[in-house]
């Protein structure tokens, strides 16, 4: 049984950072792909940090310097850093675990840039934690 547990969410100033936390078992880390979605009120859920099954980890152009993941093996835990925040960030925060995710990218007029996974990709999921930056 794959468990994910979020936690960490707020209501932060604009310019405010945090870092949220996502609980996950063993063998979720070491054979999935692991992902943060966040869903903001009437928008679909999309991809805003990635790490991969061989230590690939990306990020969107969206939130590219403010935003990154990183995790520790020893507690089996993910993390989302997340620095310079803004009114539009404000969303439900999402942990979610999947197979392998390889890397993918879109180019357009020569400059390539990430393109994260479909939410329908992944079979795991943690309940979300809220973050709110009030504007």
């Known amino acids: 049984q794959v468990q994910l547990v979020e936690s960490g969410g707020d209501s932060v100033q604009a310019g405010g950072s945090l870092r949220l936390s996502c609980q996950a078992s063993r063998d979720t880390f070491r054979d999935y792909c692991l992902v943060w979605f966040r869903q903001a009120p ?3 859920r999309e991809g805003i940090a990635l790490f ?3 230590g690939y980890t990306t990020v969107p152009d969206s939130v590219k ?5 990183s995790k520790d093996n020893a507690n089996n835990t993910l993390y989302l850093q997340m620095n310079g925040l803004k009114p539009e960030d404000t969303a439900m925060y999402y942990c979610a675990a ?3 995710c390889g890397k993918k990218t879109h180019c357009s007029g020569g400059r390539c840039s990430p393109v994260l996974p479909d939410p329908s990709r992944f079979a795991y999921w943690g309940h979300g934690t809220q973050v709110t930056v009030p504007s």
């Open 42 to 44: 009437g928008k679909e």
């Open 98 to 100: 999947g197979p392998p």
């Open 52 to 54: 991969d099954t061989d």
């Open 65 to 69: 310097g403010r935003f990154s993941i």
